[in-house]
């Protein structure tokens, strides 16, 4: 019985043929993962209204207790491996960005290979090594771990951590079940939001 239900479970999560870089979609709910474990909820493209040069926006989403705060996903045209991460708040006089992450996903068929985090206000980031699209150590290379941590609803850092500790933290906690580890191997969706969550 166990058997056929890891059977059907596997069959019932079916690849999309969309190209998303390196990533395939899996038809999994990604919602309600991130609503569940982030209190993030997916808004329209028009509802956070936010463009750059060369990029096109792809998933925007907004804090459910505060509505104000979003965080929009660009990719890049010309490169699909490329990700821009924004996180800002909406104001009166339109939406203020807080923090820009590029995102730059070098991996093979096999989701094996690095995955570079830049914070490009404060050019700061770091690589992180993948295999089968999960990170997989904890001696990360930290190109700056000098950070100014300061409280907001859209930060998931802890005490004196560092945009890499707090990435590896929250990047295993969301994987705590079978369907959050597929979502999280296929979808760069929740890398990308979890990078955004760990720069405060």
Known sequence: IIITVIVLSVMSISCSTQDDGVFEKEN?????????KYNLERIDNQTANYSKKNFKNIEN?????NKNQQIIILQNIQNTNQYLVIKGELDKFGFSVS??????????????????????????GFISNFIGGKPIDKDI?????????????????????????????????????FISTVAYITNPTIPLLIASLCTC
């Open 99 to 124: 923090k820009e992450i590029l995102v730059d996903y070098e991996l093979n068929n096999e989701k094996d290979g690095i995955v570079k985090f830049n914070d490009l206000q404060n050019n700061r």
């Open 141 to 177: 290379t930290n190109l700056n771990t000098n950070y100014q941590l300061k409280k907001s609803s859209l930060c998931q850092r802890e005490g004196d951590e560092t945009f890499k500790e707090c990435f590896d933290r929250e990047s295993d906690e969301f994987q705590d079940d």
């Open 28 to 36: 999994i709910n990604v919602s309600e993962l991130l609503s569940n």
């Open 61 to 65: 989403y907004q804090f459910k207790d």
